[in-house]
Structures are given as structure tokens and as C-alpha cells.
């Protein structure tokens, strides 16, 4: 059943848009910029901008999903 190999992955059912509402609540948007340097983070930040980014950069997503997990169940 697919839903038992996912129910220990903590990313599993949580949108991007989830994580970096989560995160930005939880850091804001320059303690974030300083823990990922990206600059959707640090130059006129939001929601929109940094889900257009991390949507079409894998490498910047896998950082954000990194530190969402790291943040709330490392």
C-alpha cells in the first residue's frame, strides 16, 4: 500500500507552499535568507516568488525541504 511506505516521510501530503509558510512563520524571511542563500529569500520575499523559484530549481527546493525537516522533526 503506497500509504505505508510514506506514513514515516515527514514531507508526505505537505505542499511547498505548506513548508515555506512554515518556515517563514517559524524564521522569517532573513533569518531564512541566512540559513538558504537564494535571493527570493533576501530581495523583496514572498510566498509567490520563492514557490516560482524553488518549483523550477530542485537543488534550492531540496535545501528548503532539508531545513523544513530538520526545523520540525530533526
Not at 70 to 73: G, I, N, S, V
Given at each position: 500500500m503506497a500509504d505505508e511506505s510514506q506514513k514515516n516521510n515527514p514531507l508526505h501530503?505537505?505542499?511547498l507552499e505548506m513548508i515555506l509558510t512554515r518556515l517563514h512563520?517559524?524564521?522569517g524571511?532573513?533569518?531564512m535568507a541566512r540559513l538558504i542563500r537564494i535571493n527570493?529569500?533576501?530581495n523583496d520575499p514572498s510566498i509567490?516568488?520563492?514557490l516560482a523559484f524553488?518549483?523550477?530549481?530542485?537543488w534550492a527546493r531540496k535545501k528548503v525541504e532539508d531545513l523544513y525537516i530538520?526545523?520540525?522533526?530533526g
Open positions: 501530503g505537505v505542499t512563520a517559524h524564521y524571511w532573513q533569518e527570493s529569500f533576501s509567490r516568488s520563492s524553488l518549483r523550477r530549481t530542485p530538520d526545523t520540525f522533526f
